[in-house]
């Protein structure tokens, strides 16, 4: 099995306002395993895109985080012994980007 990768929330954020989410998936998606991010990053970033100024066009950006939600493995920071749950994997099977 593949190692996991793990993104970090100001990569996820950069991929959805620049809109290369299918570069992403395509470069990270290996033997049918999607990349990783926390659960929780999706109320940081849901906040960060939410917030006037900081994104050029918040809608676009949070439409394409949605749909990369629906894709991403989901990881619960708080139980790492929970990532058996999704493929196998233990704690110590990623790599953060």
């Keep these: 099995m593949p190692e996991a990768i793990l993104l970090d929330n100001d990569v996820v954020l950069k ?3 620049y809109r290369c989410h299918e570069q992403l998936m395509a470069t990270l998606t290996a033997e049918g395993q999607p990349p ?3 659960r929780l990053g ?3 970033l849901r906040s960060r895109l ?3 100024g900081r994104v050029a066009d918040r809608e676009g ?3 394409i985080f949605e749909g990369l939600l629906e894709r991403f493995m ?3 920071r708080a139980h ?3 990532a058996a749950l999704f493929g196998g994997l233990s704690a ?3 790599s953060v980007i």
């Design 15 to 17: 991929v959805c306002v």
């Design 36 to 38: 990783a991010m926390l």
């Design 42 to 44: 999706r109320y940081a």
């Design 50 to 52: 939410s917030k006037p």
């Design 61 to 63: 950006a949070a439409s």
């Design 74 to 76: 989901q990881i619960d």
């Design 80 to 82: 790492p012994a929970k």
């Design 92 to 94: 110590s099977s990623f």
